[in-house]
């Protein structure tokens, strides 16, 4: 089992960036994919974006495309989430999320792929 903690949330302005950051422990991180899923209140999970093990795909939801960017670090068990020109509708708890399998990635993965999950973190976008 991996220990996932989010930080780096908080309020902006629409228009402003922030940046999350997942510390992981406990497991072999590098060799795991990594999620960011996000939920508003009264609406299901959703996915924002995946990164694969190594760093070489990502996959993004087409709310998100051209203005997040997740990233990790392997040396430092941390994957990251740019969020650049932020809106309104971005607002929500923004949970990290590790893979199920070691090794394993695909574009499509879900939220039933991902097995261990961080406690989340708030950003508020105002307008």
């Known amino acids: 089992q991996v220990q996932l903690v989010e930080s780096g949330g908080g309020l902006v302005q629409a228009g402003g960036s922030l940046r999350l950051s997942c510390a992981a422990s406990g497991r072999t991180f590098s060799s795991y994919a990594m999620g960011w899923f996000r939920q508003a209140p009264g609406k299901e999970r959703e996915f924002v974006a995946t990164i694969s093990w190594s760093a070489r795909s990502t996959s993004y939801a087409e709310s998100v495309k051209g203005r997040f960017a997740i990233s990790r670090d392997n040396a430092k068990n941390t994957v990251y989430l740019q969020m650049n020109s932020l809106k309104p509708e971005d607002t929500a708890v923004y949970y990290c999320?590790?893979?199920?399998?070691?090794?394993?990635?695909?574009?499509?993965?879900?939220?039933?792929?991902?097995?261990?999950w961080g406690q989340g973190t708030q950003v508020t976008v105002s307008s």
């Open positions: 999320a590790a893979g199920r399998r070691p090794y394993y990635y695909n574009p499509d993965l879900q939220t039933d792929d991902f097995g261990s």
